[in-house]
């Protein structure tokens, strides 16, 4: 079982910057990867970033693809979303998520999930 806790989320002018965190617990395997999503009101969760627990290799989604950026702290159990150059339209609520496997963009891939953090940019 793996617990996921987000915390970082607030409010930010357009073209600011935020980091949002998770931190996990539980049994947290080497071949786990982790993932960012972010779901908006009235519209499908859609894939932000992931990175393998073990490789730190790293895939994103176009929308976010050169201003966001992906990281883990294996020894401390936490995963960061670092997000510049922000714009209202990234406003949504992020989750957490971990899978088991290679890096995924579906939210069924996913098998435990956070709460999430909301994120507010406005113009």
């Known amino acids: 079982q793996v617990q996921l806790v987000e915390s970082g989320g607030g409010l930010v002018q357009a073209g600011g910057s935020l980091r949002v965190s998770c931190a996990a617990s539980?049994?947290?395997?080497?071949?786990?990867?982790m993932g960012w999503f972010r779901q908006a009101p009235g519209k499908e969760r859609e894939f932000v970033a992931a990175?393998?627990?073990?490789?730190?290799?790293?895939l994103y989604g176009d929308s976010v693809k050169g201003r966001f950026t992906i990281s883990r702290d294996s020894a401390k159990n936490m995963v960061y979303l670092q997000m510049n150059s922000l714009k209202p339209e990234d406003t949504a609520v992020y989750h957490c998520a971990a899978a088991s496997g290679g890096l995924a963009e579906r939210p069924s891939n996913y098998n435990y999930w956070g709460q999430g953090t909301q994120v507010t940019v406005y113009s």
């Open positions: 539980g049994r947290i395997f080497s071949n786990y990867v």
């Open positions: 990175i393998a627990w073990n490789s730190g290799r790293t």
